[in-house]
Every structure is written in C-alpha cells, then in structure tokens.
C-alpha cells in the first residue's frame, strides 16, 4: 500500500482518511510567539489547570496500556513545554522589564505543578502498573519510577511539601543569581579617550569599540564577552586589563548570599531524601557511579597536565619579561601576553585569521559540513523571529522535511552572556500516531557587524559554533518515538557534551575549515600554512586550560559534597587554587559570583562532566577522523546511527560499545592535548 505523508499546522486539527493508503501525519512546527506576556501567568496557570484534569483523567482510566496512558502524558509535557520555552527563551535573548516580570511570575507555578506532579502517589502507581511491550516503553517507565523516588514520593507529606517549597525558592534564586549578573555585566563600561590605547588591536575590535560622546571619538568596552576578551587579549595599556579584569571578577557582589540560599537549600534537599549531600543526589542521574570516582579522575586530569602548565607558563612568564620587562606576571596578563606569544611561537594569532572567518560564510560552511556528514540538507526559510539577526533553516532529511534550527549569533546587551543551544520542539510520536518535529535554538555572542566591517568571528568562535550545533544535532537527529528519551531528553548531564565536543574536535582540520575560510575583502581563501598554524596552535597552553576546568570542577563538585556558607565558599576555592592556579589570584576576585553553570544553570555537582564526556568526544573523534577529507564518512554514519539517533533510549556507555564495540579510552583525551 502507498504510505501518503501529510503535513498539518501545529496545533490544526487534522482526522481526514486516504481511502487505500496508510497515512502518516506530521505535525509542522510550532510558530515561535508568546500571545499575551501580560497575562501569561494567568494563561499558564489555566493550562496547568486543564493538564491536572487530564492527569486525574488518567489516574482513573482503568488500561494499564503504555499508549493510554504515557503517551498522552507526553503530549502534555510537550504542550506545556511550547507554551513556557518562549517566554525563558525571550528573557535570556531579549531581556527586558516585561519579561523579566513575566518570568518572575511563572516560575512559582510552574514549580509547584512539577513538585505536585513528582509526589503524586496515585500517578506513580498508576505508572508503576503500566505494561510495555518494547525498549523505548521500557526505559521511559523506568526513568519517571527513578525521577519520583528521587523527587520524595516515599516521604511523609509534611516532607513533600517542604522539598515542594524548596524547590520553588531554587527556581526563584537561580533566575536572582542570572538576573543580577546580566544587570552588573551590563552596567560597566571602560571609556578610552586616547587612541593610543587601542593601538594594534583589531580592525573590527576598534570600529566596535569606538564612539562619538560630546564630538570626541572614544573607544567604550564592557564586559560583555566580545568587548571584554577583545581588550584583554589585545588591549596594550596593563592598567587597563587590570581594571577591566577586576570588574569583571568583582561583577554581583549580592550573587554571595544568593550563593549561601542555594547551597543551602541544596544541601537540605539532599538529606531529606536520604543522601549525604547533594553531589551524591546530583549523581543519582549521571553516568559517573560515584563521589569517589569522579574526584579521581579530576586528580588524575590534573596530575597528567600540571609539570606541563609548569612549562607553559614558565614560557610565558620569561617572554613577558624579555618583551616588556614584566617581572611578575598577574592573571589579567595572560591573555594579552598568550597572544603575543602564540604569534612569536607560531607567526600567528586571531588577529590574522579572524578576516577569514566572516560570520555568514562561516555559518553556512559548517552547515555544509554537517550536511554532508549526516546526510542532512538544510534550507534557509523566512519566517518572523524575536530578533532580525536570526537565520533559520529547515532541515531535510532524504528529501523529507526532518526538523528546524534557529541560529542567534550576536552580541546585544539585552541577551545574557555566553553560548548554548535550547531545544524547543521535540521529535516524537503523539498518542494520535502524529509524529511531531524536532526544533532548537543555537546562541551565542559573538561580535557584530559594523558600518565599515561584517561580523567576524576569532577561531574560538567557530569552535564554539561547531561546539553548539554538535547539541543541536543531538536533539534534532533524534528518531526516537517516545518524547521523554528523545533528543537531549533522558541523557545522562555528564555525557549531554559528547556529541557537542565532538563536533568542535573538527574545526581545527584544515580540510574542514577550507570549505568556508575565505578572506571578507579579498576573497582569497585561507592558505594551507595558516590552517597548519589553527592546528599546531591548538594545543597551545592546553594544560593551563585543563588546570583551570579542573579547578572549575572540583570547587564545584566539593561545594556540593558538604554545607559551605559565607567565607567557606572562599575558602574551599582558595584552598583548590594551591594546587589549580599557578598564578595566584588577586584578593579581589570572586570568580564563583558569575558562576552560572552552577547556580543559574543546570551544572550544580556536574561541571565536571565537561571533562568526562571528553573522554567520549575525543576518543569518538579520532575513530572518525580522516586527515584528508576531514572525516570518515563510513564512522560517521555509525556515530548518527547509534548515538545521534538514539537520544536518552540506553545508557550512552551502552550506546557507545553498541557503535565501536569497546568502552572509551581515557588515553584519547590526553593524545587530543598531547599530553601522551
């Protein structure tokens, strides 16, 4: 019989027959808007009101079928979902009062729906019965049976309710904590007067920087990440650097005792259910099996790269006194003076390959990539957005639309720091058989364009292009059917970054970044002897880089392994950088103030897992490398088929052995530093 696909708007009711024909129906994409932002909480609550109907519904329904009742639980997972992810998304991309207000508001109800949902012991029992018949059924079962006992379903009700408040007040802090640092980034600003002090900096980093106030030119830099690394890496007046570096590690002072609420809320949530501390729960949904084992092999990372950070900086330290009589180098030095270096060591530096990376064709020569690697096509559609710079593409697999992507790329000082990727819609099948699309949002903040010159992007930008659309990739190449295992949903925290780091792996091979490295005036392409320095550069300090992920990861997993207040937190971070920091840092600094992963993100006890997806990454990465194309085609359509596809349906230990038959070797991450 002829299977006839038909395409409905999201949301349109679609129950016409093909008379002979098995029909297939998929869901379009959901128009990206928020309806009313004044009223949005009264229109969440009436849509949380209408799913707990639904779910006493449920309750009573007498089948113990998975499709009767799982299924429509997922349909309403993603329909709460499309109506809040817009209006979490506005407020991190399009900061404003209104969302801000509106956020605020809707994150209590949300809260106390998710807390009434997880200790609902009917609904637990109620799933605890159900009957499955295949893999996919199975594991989604067993993930809500874990996800309730760890949410207290066994404890007495006056215990539910009081980790129902915490967990309220933790969602309101975590968006204090955001919030007040998006405002303190945003109220620094550095006025240069004197050309002087821009000299060798940039072409594109200056005409950013520059301004007309009361007919004078001047230069203004923040702290927003272009504006800041753009004067730190090159900004020849030290005072400067220093004062830039000192805001900005100095950025929400009040974020500490927003720091000493979450952790100790955290803590106490812990051991109401019954664990140590809160990084032992925080493993009870990874891949790492215990406290022990992580801090290990953290040690083991640090002890394999600190004799060589020795030598890295020791370098550094004598090519900074011999060019400017630096006798004691500071933090805020680093970066000016690695730039400096790695152009000495290697005649090369940002400065000389930024003209290459224009934005736009960087962008579409990673989509090219990844097209050809996957086998995936994408299209650019013009549809209306939150903001003008947003491109958005479709994506066809086999002829057949697959998916979309959007792609927010520039800096603005209403969008929060940083870079990530945000799904939005997810690749599943309804209870009406309908199969629904997957959607996702990359962000990041790179410098925008100029009256004089196009955005162009540093190296480490296109790595973190590769790096984010690697995540992208994993939610939208997804085909699993079941919604709360596919894409990113259901994957272990400290393995979600495999598939993001191993994409990044491949934007130092020179047949890859050939395919877009074109000079923005010139056109002349990038030559093969600067694509060998991008590669023999790479590793350029890369054990200083390991020491501070490091220090990163064990002050946040320790912080999580016992209650830490005020000068403790302080403390502990000090006590880290005796052994992390080879350069002690100024008395000032409070890095952990501006430490979102951890506190405003969903990193608390897990930051570490950067380091041990690595593992994967870069063991997966050199399976699939081919010096002369860029990749082996063959690999490649293995790693889709087993870990792109499959989502959160196994284990990725499991998924891993399935595609190369053997575990990761942790011997990969020190050959891709050099450090065997």
Known sequence: MKITTIYILHNQGLYATISQNIQKVIIMFAKFEIKDIENFSNNLQELIDTHQDKIKELINNPSDKYEDILMPLQDMDEELSLFFT????????????????????ALPILSEFHSKISQNRELFEKISSIKYSDEESAKVVSNDIKEFKLSGIDLPKEKQKELEEISLELSKLSNEFSQNLLNATNEYELIITDAKDVEGMPKNDIESAKEIRDGKVVYRFTLQIPSYLAYMTYGINREYRKELAK???????????????????????????????????????KDAPSQERVIEFLNTLLDSARDYAKDELDELKSFAKELDGIEDIESYDVAYYSEKLKKVKFDFDDSITKVYFEQEKVLNGMLDVVSELFDIEFKLTDIDSWHQCVKIYDIYENGSLSGRIYFDLEAREEKRGGAWMNDYETRFIDSNSQTHLPSAFVVCNFSPATNSTPSLLRHDDVVTLFH???HA???????CNQRSISGINGVAWDVVEFPSQFLENFAYEGAILKKFAYHYESKEPISDELLLKIKESKNF????????????????????????????????LDSIQEKTALIKPPAYNRFQHGFAHIFAGGYSAGYYSYKWAEVLSADAFFECLDTQVGF?????KGYKKYILSNGGKEDMNVLYKKWLHRDADVKSLLKLYELI
Do not use: W
């Open 541 to 572: 300090q890369a054990a200083l880089g390991i020491l501070r992920q490091v220090e990163f990861s064990l002050f946040d997993f320790m912080l999580h392994q016992k209650l830490y207040q005020g000068d403790e937190v302080q403390n502990l």
């Open 247 to 285: 805001a900005y590690s100095t950025r929400a002072p009040q974020n500490a005792k927003v720091i000493d609420k979450i952790l100790l809320l955290k803590d106490k949530k812990a051991k109401i259910l019954g664990f140590e501390n809160y990084a032992e729960l925080s493993l009870q949904r």
């Open 86 to 105: 817009p209006l979490s998304h506005i407020n991190s991309v399009m900061n404003s009062k209104e969302s801000q207000k509106a956020y605020e508001e």
């Open 473 to 479: 990739l994993h939610h939208l190449l997804s085909r």
């Open 632 to 636: 082996d085609k063959e690999k490649a």
């Open 468 to 470: 984010e659309m690697g």
